[in-house]
């Protein structure tokens, strides 16, 4: 028997095929096999159209069923992980009135800085456990002043997994961790955030019904079997949002256990049970897949913008051929790169440093002694100092990382980026080689309730290997302080 997982991303969707019983993966696929584009009809505009999604989810499914001689009749449960923050507005049929909004749009930034004016930070701050910012309720808010005749037309507003268990089941629900992530949630009532819908003007029989992460969430209806290949009557068993999604595959779960992930931009995402919001203006605060009112568990959402994208830079622009070959050259100069530095904020404004917007800064080169060997061990220390800044910034709200657990990405492969967090934080750091839509077929188990055999399958099938502090911290510390003193020079001068 198996499990099928999906991950919707902005790029692509991926979809696995699991064992049910042992957990193990046989494969995971993507569509379209060319990047899924994004409409800009202004700059900072991006959207995509929900429809798309699930049509690259119906010939994924299909073609892992056709490639592996599956019986649908023996998948067992759908996983849904999905990007998160985005908007999907449908009419009375469940047709799609707009395209999506997506998580990278940002025209409702406005709309939500007025909300958290207007409502009152601290209110925001420790019911809504951030500012409505750029989120769903914000995106939401912007369709009713600038599209009046699609938004009388709204039945239900849904995040981009809903829509998906949707097109499956025929059924309109969300998750508490989805309504948080959308910024709808009250965490001091433990409720929908009626005034904040109430300001915004939007009437809360928009909001889907609720279901709970881990259960039977709906089944594939006739329509959804015909379309997808599957069987009607499958369940759908889990969704959640991507980060909160990455943590679960990662196994992570409880207080004091940290995901990070280190692709084009970084992520350290940390569960709590605490809702102290001290740094609510640098780190996102949301319902993890496991909360539950009697006993939540936060998940606290740290980016960084410039993360792999900088080591991705440098290797188009560098003449070598691969991060392997830039990893070899970074080995050969000592810790410290000789003084060379390199902040890696050139992705835009980043939140963790107040939405400045510094640019790459290279400094310290000395044109006689420095080498491309320097600026790949600068870059690597450089991204690698910015998640030990962040983890500082999480550790100032109360976050105390007892195991911190890794994907295998380009940048957690180097012995030098793991090696150099690992002893500035003084933990040490677990690899493992999984993905999002794998997680997200695991998940499909976790309605039974049993997180050990969860956890067993993560630690079976993906562990690869750790990274352990090194003996002697003087000479990191050294870097990093030199790295963080030009880092406060440069925040003070922007």
């Given at each position: 028997m198996y499990s099928i997982g999906f991950d919707i991303g902005s790029s692509s969707i991926k979809a696995a095929l699991v064992i049910t019983e042992s957990g193990k993966s046989l494969d995971v696929i993507s569509e379209p096999k060319v990047e899924m584009g994004m409409i800009a009809l202004e700059n900072g505009w991006a959207e995509q159209h929900p429809d798309d999604w699930w049509q690259h989810i119906c010939k994924a499914t299909k073609t892992l069923l056709q490639k592996h001689n599956i019986d649908p009749m023996d998948i067992t449960g759908i996983g849904i992980s999905y990007q998160m923050h985005g908007l999907v507005v449908v009419d009375e049929n469940g047709a799609p009135l707009r395209n999506s909004i997506i998580w990278c749009d940002s025209r409702a930034v406005k709309i939500g800085q007025a909300a958290f004016d207007a409502l009152g930070n601290d209110k925001c701050a420790s019911q809504l456990l951030n500012s409505p910012a750029n989120f769903t309720a914000s995106k939401l808010k912007w369709v009713k002043d600038n599209e009046p005749d699609i938004y009388q037309k709204v039945y239900k507003f849904m995040l981009p997994g809903d829509y998906v268990a949707y097109k499956f089941s025929g059924e309109i629900r969300s998750t508490i961790s989805g309504?948080?992530?959308?910024?709808?949630?009250?965490?001091?009532?433990?409720?929908?955030?009626?005034?904040?819908?109430?300001?915004?003007?939007?009437?809360?029989?928009?909001?889907?019904?609720?279901?709970?992460?881990?259960?039977?969430?709906?089944?594939?209806?006739?329509?959804?079997?015909?379309?997808?290949?599957?069987?009607?009557?499958?369940?759908?068993?889990?969704?959640?949002?991507?980060?909160?999604?990455?943590?679960?595959?990662?196994?992570?779960?409880?207080?004091?256990?940290?995901?990070?992930?280190?692709?084009?931009?970084?992520v350290v995402y940390a569960i709590t049970e605490n809702l102290s919001v001290k740094e609510s203006s640098r780190v996102n605060n949301f319902a993890h897949v496991n909360y539950d009112t009697s006993k939540p568990r936060i998940g606290?959402?740290?980016?960084?913008?410039?993360?792999?994208?900088?080591?991705?830079?440098?290797?188009?622009?560098?003449?070598?051929?691969s991060y392997e070959e830039m990893n070899e050259l970074a080995a050969s100069v000592p810790i410290g790169s000789d003084g060379v530095l390199i902040h890696p904020f050139g992705n835009g404004a980043e939140r963790m440093l107040d939405n400045k917007t510094l640019g790459t800064q290279m400094s310290r080169i000395n044109l006689n002694n420095h080498s491309k060997a320097h600026l790949c061990r600068a870059a690597l220390e450089g991204i690698a100092f910015s998640f030990v800044y962040g983890m500082e910034i999480m550790e100032s709200d109360g976050i105390r990382p007892t195991v911190i657990r890794a994907g295998n990405d380009n940048l957690f492969r180097s012995d030098i980026f793991s090696k150099t967090i690992a002893t500035l934080i003084g933990q040490e750091i677990e690899i493992y080689d999984t993905t999002g839509a794998i997680g997200a077929a695991r998940a499909c188990e976790l309605y039974k309730g049993d997180f050990k055999t969860f956890g067993n399958h993560i630690m079976n099938n993906d562990y690869l290997m750790k990274f352990e502090p090194s003996n002697d911290k003087s000479k990191y510390e050294s870097a990093y302080n030199k790295w963080k003193q030009e880092l406060k020079r440069l925040i003070n001068n922007s």
């Open positions: 309504l948080s992530e959308g910024i709808f949630w009250d965490f001091k009532s433990n409720d929908i955030a009626d005034w904040l819908l109430e300001h915004y003007g939007i009437n809360r029989k928009m909001v889907p019904d609720l279901t709970d992460t881990f259960s039977v969430q709906g089944k594939v209806s006739e329509q959804g079997a015909t379309e997808s290949g599957l069987v009607e009557g499958t369940p759908i068993l889990y969704r959640a949002g991507d980060q909160p999604n990455n943590a679960l595959s990662l196994n992570v779960f409880n207080p004091g256990e940290v995901a990070a992930t280190g692709g084009t931009s970084g606290k959402l740290l980016c960084i913008n410039g993360s792999g994208i900088q080591y991705r830079w440098l290797m188009n622009n560098l003449d070598v051929s």
